[in-house]
């Protein structure tokens, strides 16, 4: 039975707006250091009641010539976010690949106690041969290293999450018992990538675990998210391919045995909001005139896994030469929906490109017309709701806050205050019982 | 020439307090993942003008049936601090044995510009058969290799801060040059135990890099402390270890070109402060019956490599027993500094538990015994200020503050406000130019 009544809705943050020329409309253009703007957009998502805020990342610098990253850590500007807002979520994006599975269980957890509950770890794998540039690695991992390293690393985590028993801080002042050794558990893991004794130096987090995020675009990360995430991010851009892997990963999911309900489907979206659709279009136009078409090619060209000069501006994608099957990195599926898009639609790569391309799904419209379009793929079973994207801060959050989130409140679609704490309960999901605790309840019922 | 006028304090606020009773006089005794409680004292120590609150760590749980311990991760809890203090610095331990250069460069450096130059990383090597089991590692790191670790480790990460110069960020609308590459470097590090390429994708923080901090007690510790070190931690028991030990690194920090003034010399002070003499020892008497003894000499011989029936407590220390050569970690000077006491006192291991070993030197006494005890150390160059342990948190503290501090004050050797923003400021340091850019402007003068 299912409980789908509201949507969800995220705002990624990272960077000064996902428009490549963003940064050349913002007050503060050197704003990605500066935590007061983060602040800003922080509180203007709260404003509009959205479920969470959402920084992605990479650990390498590239393309800085041209525009902005994000620059800050994310545990470290989501601990800054959690002291000036009270309610929404925090999603943060850290990589299996190139970091250890004991020290991310901590940050994550301590992470949740200082935000009341609030936190969530968007685990990525990370196929970048700048990033491994950076971590002693004389080459990527290959996928299936990549996969099965992450298979481990979350098991580990969660683990270690599920480490301490809810009630075993028990601080026990006249007996001297701070903890209660036989309700905190060594996690005792053997694999192939890690061996961890554990526990957890941190007692279980208001979450018991942190909500767990998963970017399940490829087989390998679909079969990953359907068992072990709360939300899957994905990239599809058409309404039949989004209500597709709607469909199976759900499926998967209940194969495991699993509530579908309780794993959200948020696709990307990227909104350009205007009064008027002209004034969408215009306000597309003047952020599309400040950039320099053969960089933003050349980018385009890398995250193909092309060159620059493979492509013509005027003719279609060389598909050819386009590897869909291997490359299956953080933007795992943004290849596949590229492909998808310029074939479906027939596009030129200028197409491609006036849609800033790894930008998700583009809608250029109004108010109206985007909430019609989010009502529509979520009353279809496409989406549980989104992961928005805005073209530039903070004008392009504050629009939708104000203009799209009134009309979505209207069609009853969208929360109009928060009902719960933490991020679970924004998301609709229960509080999980430590693995440790009800192996020793069930021990106990049987014995 | 020295620039030597008053001295600086931090404050120690792991845990609930150092004694390890200290939780079971507590208001909250679960407050070690309280946000809450942790404000209180860093407010605490910023309105005694403190230079910095301190957290040391452990990557591993133990002894948590009987107390408390440092649990939420130290990034995360001062990230959490700098959002509720304005000048405080702020000190946090992570390890070199079990970080990646690369990431920890970028969590401190965001630290850095979230709390707008107050950060220090006190950088420590991990030597703990319980923390190398949660890091995939069959035993812990031999000393040597620990220590060219850590070399190379600080090597990395302060060339990653080093890798974005001053005014990198160039942000110009006009011409669309967001970072300008001449003055973003890659390191190209090629080490024993790291190959990093670089740049840092954070640019350089507001302390320019943010203050480094060792603890350094072993003949290999001073000297990767005297090479890079901007303030040591040490444990130093009496005035002539502490004076010998003051003028031996500061004389190898000169060897290696260094303004001896700008290496911190800042031995543990674990002050028990009573109205009256009497009121002190009785403040002790009540924390220490509160002590399992068994529990307290089984921590003792752990921490000095022996087993609980190697000691008797009427009878001095085993000293044939004792290492003192080769267990050089995290508490690297402990036993060294232990073994000296006893010997120099004369003391059984009664009289060693009664100190609460572990803990740096004890000062039960007044506000004015303990305020002219620092001024006696700091006038004859045994310290250049104390990292603080208070017994128990927030009273400890408080009166350190209220009652110790304002004599400090009166004698003229301690601040009565800041007069700087960044922890470089409080503790007398240059603000450091990026190597590149000091070899870019030395090539450009030679040609």
Chains 1, 2 share one sequence.
Do not use: C
Not at 130 to 140: G, K, L, T, W
Not at 171 to 190: K, M, N, Q, W
Not at 408 to 421: E, M, N, P, S
């Amino acid at each position: 039975m299912s409980t789908r009544r509201t949507l969800h809705l995220n705002t990624n943050i990272s960077g000064l707006g996902r428009h490549p020329a963003a940064w050349r409309k913002a007050d503060n253009p050197r704003a990605i250091t500066d935590l007061a703007h983060f602040t800003e957009i922080a509180q203007t998502a709260e404003r509009g009641r959205l479920d969470a805020v959402f920084l992605s990342d990479m650990v390498a610098l590239r393309g800085h010539a041209a525009g902005t990253w994000q620059s800050l850590e994310p545990t470290v500007l989501l601990t800054a976010l959690a002291g000036v807002t009270q309610s929404v979520g925090l999603i943060g994006t850290a990589s299996t690949t190139f970091n250890d599975p004991y020290n991310l269980a901590r940050r994550f957890a301590s992470l949740d106690h200082v935000s009341a509950g609030r936190i969530a770890w968007n685990a990525v794998t990370t196929y970048d041969a700048d990033a491994a540039a950076n971590f002693s690695m004389p080459a990527p991992l290959d996928k299936e290293t990549r996969y099965a390293r992450a298979a481990e690393f979350i098991e580990v985590v969660e683990k270690l999450w599920d480490s301490w028993e809810d009630g075993a801080l028990v601080a026990d002042r006249t007996s001297g018992l701070y903890a209660d050794p036989a309700r905190v558990h060594e996690i005792a893991y053997e694999g192939q990538f890690f061996r961890v004794r554990g526990p957890l130096n941190v007692p279980r987090s208001p979450q018991g675990r942190p909500v767990l995020v998963q970017a399940g675009g490829s087989p390998t990360g679909v079969a990953l998210a359907a068992r072990h995430a709360d939300a899957v991010f994905t990239s599809q851009t058409t309404l039949k391919s989004a209500q597709a892997f709607y469909r199976e990963i759900k499926a998967v999911a209940a194969g495991h045995g699993r509530n579908p309900d309780h794993l959200l489907i948020l696709p990307g979206l990227y909104p350009v909001i205007g009064g008027t659709l002209a004034e969408a279009h215009q306000r597309k136009a003047e952020l599309d005139a400040l950039l320099d078409r053969s960089v933003e090619l050349a980018k385009f060209a890398g995250t193909l896994g092309l060159k620059p000069t493979d492509l013509e501006l005027d003719a279609p994608l060389p598909y050819a030469l386009i590897d869909t099957g291997t490359r299956t990195d953080v933007s795992h599926g943004f290849i596949r929906s590229t492909v998808l898009l310029a074939q479906g639609e027939n596009l030129t790569v200028r197409d491609l490109l006036d849609r800033n391309p790894g930008a998700h799904r583009m809608i250029v419209g109004t108010p109206q017309t985007i909430a019609d379009d989010i009502e529509s793929w979520f009353l279809q079973h496409a989406a549980d709701g989104f992961n928005l994207n805005a073209d530039t801060f903070p004008s392009g959050l504050a629009d939708f806050v104000d203009h799209v989130v009134p009309i979505l409140q209207r069609k009853g679609i969208f929360r109009r205050d928060y009902d719960g704490t933490t991020l679970r309960e924004h998301y609709g999901l229960p509080r999980p019982p430590s693995r440790y605790e009800a192996e020793a309840a069930s021990l106990t019922t049987s014995a």
